[in-house]
């Protein structure tokens, strides 16, 4: 029973930290695009 409950909790874990560096990956790509812009004027 308790072998389940850790799995659950496993999988939860991972979606949140693929979620975690997902956002963290499109706020990198935002800025360097938002910099990117700012120096090319």
Same mark, same amino acid.
């Given at each position: 029973m308790m072998q389940a409950k850790k799995i659950k909790y496993d999988?939860?874990?991972l &979606?949140? &930290?693929r979620r975690h560096h997902l956002l963290h990956a499109?706020?990198?790509f935002g800025e360097e695009l938002f910099l990117g812009t700012?120096?090319?004027r």
């Open positions: 999988v939860i874990g &979606t949140e &930290t499109a706020y990198d700012r120096d090319s």
